[in-house]
């Protein structure tokens, strides 16, 4: 099983990169070499009840794949995509120590982004590029499940990017995603006690309809 994991790391590694993944790409390696273990999003670990009991799963940019890491656990057939190679060795290592299976590859999900009707459960943390929208939504099956959770222009503190391109709008995560149904969104801003609670991320679960 961890065999398999290594081998497709290793196909998916040789894949020929273009010139803006692979800078890109070195920049989170750099960060990756001697990052400790993140924990998987609250979208995904305060929803894990909505999953169903079988399917495939893609932890779409993973990181070190925490979100993969309970798919995988929940019984289902997990892939993880990022473009940085350290990443996903170091996620191959945590699945191996954990003893479940994922099929974590190096992929630029820019510019091979999952195929139509690929996967029952999607998710996306702190990963924001717009121009997937649509591919996101093709991806999902019948009643699939969309589990997002990013940073917003609306801040508390200097957590997150900078850069407004990664950062969504007010309520934009439920405009992105309306041709799915919701089922969770959270999205706090600056309202109430700013000390507590989901602040300056937005969170969504939505449902593909039956088509
Ligand atoms: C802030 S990290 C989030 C990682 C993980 N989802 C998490 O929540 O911990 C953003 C990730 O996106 C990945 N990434 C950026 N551009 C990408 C692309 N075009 N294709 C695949 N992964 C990409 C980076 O390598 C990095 O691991």
Same mark, same amino acid.
């Not at 390696?29 to 894990?48: F, I, K, Q, S, W």
């Not at 029952?120 to 997002?148: E, K, M, N, Q």
């Given at each position: 099983?961890?065999?398999? #994991?290594?081998?497709?790391?290793?196909?998916? *590694?040789?894949? /020929?990169?273009?010139?803006?993944?692979?800078?890109?790409? $070195?920049?989170?390696?750099?960060? %990756?070499?001697?990052? *400790?273990?993140?924990?998987? #999003?609250?979208?995904?670990? &305060?929803?894990?009840?909505?999953?169903?009991?079988?399917?495939?799963?893609?932890?779409?940019?993973?990181?070190?794949?925490?979100? *993969?890491?309970?798919?995988?656990?929940?019984?289902?057939?997990?892939?993880?995509?990022?473009?940085?190679?350290?990443?996903? &060795?170091?996620?191959?290592?945590?699945?191996?120590?954990?003893?479940?299976?994922?099929?974590?590859?190096?992929?630029?999900?820019?510019?091979?982004?999952? &195929?139509? !009707?690929?996967?029952?459960?999607?998710?996306?943390?702190?990963?924001?590029?717009?121009?997937?929208? /649509?591919?996101?939504?093709?991806?999902?099956? /019948?009643?699939?499940?969309? %589990?997002? !959770?990013?940073?917003?222009?609306?801040?508390?503190? $200097?957590?997150?990017?900078?850069?407004?391109? %990664?950062?969504? &709008?007010?309520?934009?995560?439920?405009?992105?995603?309306?041709?799915? !149904?919701?089922?969770? %969104?959270?999205?706090?801003?600056?309202?109430?006690?700013?000390?507590?609670?989901?602040?300056?991320?937005?969170?969504?679960?939505?449902?593909?309809?039956?088509?």
């Amino acid at each position: 099983m961890v065999r398999n #994991a290594k081998m497709r790391f290793a196909r998916a *590694a040789s894949l /020929p990169h273009n010139a803006c993944m692979t800078r890109d790409a $070195d920049k989170w390696d750099a960060r %990756y070499r001697d990052a *400790a273990e993140t924990p998987a #999003a609250r979208v995904l670990m &305060e929803n894990v009840h909505l999953l169903p009991s079988r399917g495939r799963a893609l932890d779409l940019a993973c990181g070190l794949g925490a979100n *993969a890491l309970v798919l995988a656990a929940n019984g289902l057939e997990t892939f993880a995509w990022d473009s940085s190679a350290v990443a996903i &060795e170091k996620l191959v290592g945590l699945a191996r120590a954990r003893g479940v299976h994922v099929h974590a590859a190096v992929r630029d999900v820019v510019q091979r982004p999952p &195929e139509p !009707q690929a996967f029952d459960v999607l998710v996306v943390s702190r990963f924001l590029d717009r121009s997937l929208t /649509p591919h996101l939504i093709a991806a999902l099956r /019948p009643h699939g499940l969309l %589990y997002y !959770q990013t940073f917003t222009r609306t801040r508390i503190g $200097d957590n997150g990017p900078h850069n407004p391109a %990664y950062l969504l &709008e007010d309520s934009e995560l439920l405009s992105m995603f309306a041709r799915l !149904q919701p089922l969770v %969104y959270r999205e706090e801003g600056l309202v109430g006690d700013t000390r507590r609670g989901l602040r300056g991320q937005a969170m969504l679960v939505a449902r593909a309809r039956s088509h």
